[in-house]
């Protein structure tokens, strides 16, 4: 079990944390910000615990130099109405600088303050020691609410975790929970849905989940190569050729391992990637060779809504079909009524499911919506993540509270 904020006495301490503000921006201004409202519970509870509170993100892809269309001057600008409060931001082309430090020694209990993109520095995506000591030098708690770059091994995401306490906020460790219990206490019957374009991208996925599911849907652009493997005509549907075997080699070990499989048993077919395409419903096996498909078709909804009614746990990692043409989105929105209306503990994956149950108004049904599309599919895998694997599990042995007395004390000097 990992240490989270409740674990640890956060008031007077400048506590840096690790949020996940990569939120798109249109003319200055943000157009989703759920990422930014899913941490909020726990920047106002350092808030009220009278923290200090020193808030890391990256946006976008600078490519490790300063570049203004990357600022998170709009994030800090939208943070502050959302808290109510004003937040400090000083936007330094080296993230970390005397004019940042002195705001942070600045700081009164119970303030907030946002640092520069952390990838306008090329060390944050190589976690290099100078940047992570940099960082960790304006804080003396470190607390990751990143799960969206938990997999990945970055300065602001692991690499302060060696200098300073870390523990978890509240949305990595409800993350956690959620995935975590789906994975290795489900209850029974557990449902996994996958879909998406490629079968080569969730490969590990699809081998880690027929350990662990009574049943397993493929749905959406993956499920073609699966009829390939099974000698289907697929017409000019999409196909990950590379994978057409290992689809075959996952449906014969399926059966070994006693997991129900369920593949569409129609497709909608559209003439042209357009919504306004000419389109029709045809079986599994009997796609004309001049169409493609684009959706699950009505008797496939049928089949899969009923495996997710009779679930307990169910998880759902890509969509149906082309949900964003409003034509074929009909397979997408009712795979998530169906998860919607179920009685079972319902865990969206991130990405594109999480997009998708959003736009047909139906976040507020599911159980738990991952904020982290990648991060996601890795725990998935059985992968450790890194962001999570640095935080502090809720033992910690002598030399470690000695450890951070050392840090506390040398702090104190500076």
């Given at each position: ?9 956060v ?9 996940d ?9 943000i157009?989703?910000?759920t ?10 509870y350092?808030?009220?615990h009278?923290?200090?509170?020193i808030?890391?993100?990256?946006l976008?892809r ?11 001057k709009?994030v ?7 808290l ?13 600088d ?11 209990e119970g303030?907030?303050?946002l ?13 290099t020691?100078d940047f992570?000591?940099e ?12 799960f ?10 692991a ?10 906020g509240?949305?990595?460790d409800k993350?956690v929970?959620?995935?975590?219990e789906a994975l ?10 996958m ?5 080569g991208?969730k ?15 493929i749905?959406?652009?993956?499920a ?15 196909l ?15 059966k ?12 909608v ?7 306004d395409?000419?389109?029709a419903v045809f ?8 169409m ?7 008797e ?8 997710i ?17 409003p034509?074929f989105?009909v ?6 009524e169906?998860?919607?209306?179920s009685?079972?503990?319902?865990v969206?994956?991130?990405g ?6 959003t ?8 159980s ?15 992968k450790?993540l ?17 450890l951070y ?9 500076n």
């Amino acid at each position: 079990m990992k240490k989270t904020i409740e674990h640890i006495d956060v008031k007077g301490m400048k506590v840096l944390v690790r949020c996940d503000f990569n939120v798109p921006i249109k003319d200055g201004k943000i157009t989703d910000d759920t990422r930014m409202t899913a941490a909020l519970p726990t920047i106002q509870y350092l808030i009220d615990h009278d923290a200090k509170v020193i808030i890391m993100s990256h946006l976008g892809r600078p490519k490790g130099k300063p570049d203004m269309e990357y600022t998170l001057k709009p994030v800090a600008d939208h943070l502050a109405e959302l808290l109510g409060k004003d937040v400090v931001f000083i936007s330094s082309p080296t993230v970390v600088d005397d004019k940042v430090r002195a705001a942070v020694d600045d700081l009164k209990e119970g303030d907030v303050m946002l640092l520069e993109n952390v990838r306008f520095r090329p060390e944050e995506t190589e976690n290099t020691f100078d940047f992570s000591s940099e960082l960790a030098s304006l804080g003396q708690i470190f607390v990751n609410d990143a799960f969206g770059t938990a997999h990945r091994a970055h300065c602001s995401t692991a690499g302060v975790a060696g200098y300073l306490p870390t523990v978890s906020g509240y949305l990595i460790d409800k993350e956690v929970k959620y995935l975590g219990e789906a994975l290795e206490r489900p209850q029974r019957p557990f449902v996994a849905i996958m879909g998406g374009a490629k079968v080569g991208d969730k490969i590990s996925v699809i081998e880690n989940l027929l350990n662990k599911v009574d049943t397993l849907i493929i749905g959406g652009g993956m499920a073609y190569t699966f009829f390939k493997a099974l000698g289907y005509e697929i017409g000019q549907s999409i196909l990950d050729e590379e994978h057409i075997e290992l689809a075959g080699s996952l449906l014969e070990k399926a059966k070994e391992k006693k997991v129900q499989l369920l593949l569409p048993e129609d497709v909608v077919c559209a003439k042209e990637f357009d919504n306004d395409s000419e389109s029709a419903v045809f079986s599994k096996d009997s796609i004309p060779a001049d169409m493609m498909g684009m959706d699950i078709g009505p008797e496939t909804v049928k089949l899969f809504s009923e495996a997710i009614a009779n679930a307990k746990t169910i998880v759902w990692n890509g969509p149906m079909g082309v949900f964003e043409m409003p034509n074929f989105a009909v397979g997408t929105r009712k795979v998530a009524e169906a998860l919607a209306a179920s009685e079972a503990t319902t865990v969206i994956g991130g990405g594109d499911s999480a997009a998708a149950v959003t736009q047909f108004g139906l976040a507020d049904k599911m159980s738990h919506i991952s904020t982290g599309g990648g991060a996601s599919l890795e725990f998935l895998e059985g992968k450790v993540l890194p962001g999570i694997a640095a935080i502090d599990n809720l033992e910690h042995t002598d030399e470690n509270v000695e450890l951070y007395k050392h840090i506390y004390a040398a702090q104190d000097k500076n």
